[in-house]
C-alpha cells in the first residue's frame, strides 16, 4: 500500500535504512551483541579534480541521532517483512541512541582516509545509522566541494545557485542550497532554503515571461514597473537587441530606471557581454551589471574571466547541483573499534585503520602544511580537527554552530591552504597526509591478530 507521506522527515525517518543494518541489528540483539562499536566515516581517495573536500553535512546526522524513532508504523511495517521477531520489534519501541560523536567541524577541508566524523555507540545503534550518515555527508560534502570551486573560479564575483529544478529531488536541491552558502556561494533561487536555513534568496524571470507578451520592450517595462531594482534577461530572442531595448527603457524612464543589471544566458557569453558592457557604457548606464548564466561549470567561469570578460555574477545550475564532474565520492562508514579492540578489514585495496583516531594538522607561515592520521589518544603538535560534538545522544556545544558562521570558518580554512591546493588544476604534488607510527604499529598489531584466529 502506497505511504500516505512519500517524504523522509522525523517521522519515518528510522526506516531510511537499508534492510541489511536491521537484519543485522536484530542479529546483534539475538547473540548478546551490546559492546560499545566504533565506526568511522571517512572518503578513501579523492576525485581526481578534487584537491580537497569540505566536510558538510554533520547538523543534519545530529539531528538524526536527537530524534530517530520507530513509531508505531514503522514497527507495524517491520512485522510485514517477515523477517525479524517480535523481541526485535518490541525492543525497537524504546529505541534511542544513546551515544557519543566525534567530527571535524563543518567547513573544513578534508582529504582521503581522513575521519570525517567517528560514532561510538552500542553495536546496534551505531550500525543502523550507516545509511542516512553516509547519505547526508556524502551529498552535502559532494556539493560544498563543487560550490566552493565555482567560488574560487568567480574570483570574488557573485555566484547563485539556480540548481533546483534539475537536481536529484527536493532533499538534494535544499541539502544543496545549505551546502553551497558553506562553500560562499552568494545566494540559491531556493525559496524553502531561505526558510529553513536564512540563505539569502534570490531571482527575477524567465524566458517564459518574455514570451508570454507580443513585445519584449513591453514584457521588461511591465516587470520594471513592479520590481524597479530587478535584473533582465535579454537573451530570448536576440541578445544585443534585448540590450537596446533596456537602454530604451532607461532614457524612457529617466531618474526612475533602477535596474540592476542585463542576464545573459545563451551564445558566445564571453563575447556578448564584451559587447552588451560597450552598449551600456555608450548610453551612460555603466552602472548596470552584467549576470551570466547557461550550462556553467568553474571551467567555463574561469575561462570567461581569462578573457577578460566583463561579467559582475554568475547564475550556476545543473553542472553544479549535481557535481556533474565528480557525482560521487568513495565514502564508507566502517567498523573500527568493538569492545575496546581495534577492528579492521584486509579487503583489497578497502582498508581500515583501526581504533579511535585523530587527525592533526600543521602549519607554516598561516598556512596549512601537512596532516597526520594518528590514535585519538596520542599526544602531537599540531590543531586536532576531529572535535566531541555530541555525548549520551546529546549535543554538545560543538554540535551547534550557526550555519553563517560556519561558512566564515569554510572560507578561513580554505584560504589556509596552499595556493596549489585551492586552485582548480590538480595539485602536484598533492597536500601531505601521512598515518601516524603508533596507528601504523597499532595497525599491524591488529591485523596480526584477526590473521591467528583459527578459521
Not at 565555482?150 to 537536481?167: L, T
Not at 567561469?301 to 578573457?307: C, F, T
Not at 598556512?367 to 549520551?392: C, K, S, T, W, Y
Not at 601516524?436 to 596480526?448: C, F, H, I
Request: aromatic share 8%; net charge negative.
Amino acid at each position: 500500500m502506497t505511504s500516505s507521506r512519500p517524504w523522509v522527515d522525523d517521522g519515518n525517518v528510522a526506516l531510511f535504512t537499508d534492510l541489511y543494518e536491521l537484519t543485522m541489528m536484530q542479529a546483534y540483539v539475538e547473540q548478546g551483541f551490546d559492546e560499545a562499536a566504533t565506526f568511522s566515516l571517512f572518503v578513501r581517495k579523492l576525485p581526481a579534480r578534487r584537491n580537497y573536500l569540505v566536510a558538510a553535512g554533520l547538523d543534519d546526522v545530529l539531528r538524526y541521532f536527537e530524534t530517530v524513532r520507530f513509531d508505531r508504523a514503522a514497527i507495524d511495517h517491520l512485522a510485514t517483512l517477515g523477517q525479524f521477531n517480535d523481541r526485535f520489534l518490541r525492543r525497537l519501541e524504546d529505541f534511542r541512541f544513546t551515544g557519543d560523536v566525534r567530527a571535524v567541524r563543518e567547513g573544513t577541508p578534508v582529504f582521503a582516509n581522513e575521519p570525517i566524523l567517528e560514532v561510538t555507540a552500542p553495536i546496534a545503534e551505531a550500525q543502523l545509522a550507516e545509511t542516512f550518515v553516509m547519505n547526508q555527508v556524502h551529498l552535502q560534502t559532494v556539493l560544498a566541494s563543487k560550490g566552493a570551486r565555482m567560488v574560487r573560479a568567480a574570483e570574488g564575483r557573485a555566484v547563485v545557485d539556480f540548481g533546483p529544478r534539475r537536481m536529484h529531488g527536493t532533499d538534494a536541491a535544499l541539502k544543496a542550497a545549505r551546502a553551497f552558502h558553506i562553500a560562499g556561494l552568494t545566494a540559491s533561487s531556493n525559496v524553502l532554503a531561505s526558510r529553513i536555513y536564512g540563505t539569502p534568496a534570490t531571482g527575477t524571470m524567465a524566458h517564459s515571461f518574455i514570451q508570454a507578451w507580443e513585445r519584449e520592450a513591453d514584457a521588461f517595462r511591465a516587470f520594471v514597473a513592479l520590481y524597479p531594482n530587478t535584473v533582465l534577461l535579454v537573451d530570448t530572442y536576440d541578445t544585443l537587441a534585448g540590450v537596446r531595448k533596456v537602454i530604451d527603457l532607461a532614457r524612457e524612464l529617466g531618474d526612475d530606471f533602477k535596474v540592476r543589471a542585463v542576464r545573459l544566458d545563451s551564445g558566445d557569453l564571453a563575447g556578448l557581454a564584451h559587447e552588451s558592457r560597450a552598449l551600456l557604457d555608450q548610453a551612460g548606464l555603466d552602472s548596470v551589471q552584467i549576470f551570466a548564466s547557461g550550462s556553467l561549470d568553474e571551467d567555463a567561469i574561469a575561462a570567461m574571466l581569462a578573457d577578460g570578460a566583463p561579467i559582475d555574477g554568475f547564475g550556476v545550475g545543473t553542472k553544479m547541483g549535481v557535481s556533474e564532474d565528480a557525482p560521487s565520492l568513495d565514502i564508507a562508514y566502517k567498523l573500527s573499534a568493538y569492545g575496546g579492540q581495534g577492528r579492521l578489514k584486509l579487503s583489497t585495496g578497502k582498508p581500515v585503520l583501526p581504533g579511535h583516531k585523530q587527525v592533526w594538522r600543521s602549519e607554516q607561515g598561516g598556512r596549512f602544511d601537512g596532516d597526520v592520521i594518528g590514535r585519538a589518544e596520542e599526544d602531537r603538535p599540531g590543531m586536532p580537527l576531529l572535535e566531541p560534538v555530541m555525548r549520551g545522544g546529546e549535543r554538545l556545544p560543538g554540535g551547534h554552530v550557526a550555519l553563517d558562521d560556519v561558512r566564515a570558518y569554510c572560507r578561513e580554512q580554505i584560504g589556509r591552504l596552499p595556493d596549489a591546493v585551492q586552485a582548480l588544476a590538480p595539485a602536484d604534488p598533492p597536500y601531505p597526509v601521512r598515518v601516524s607510527d603508533a596507528l601504523r604499529t597499532y595497525q599491524s598489531e591488529v591485523r596480526r591478530r584477526v590473521e591467528s584466529v583459527p578459521a
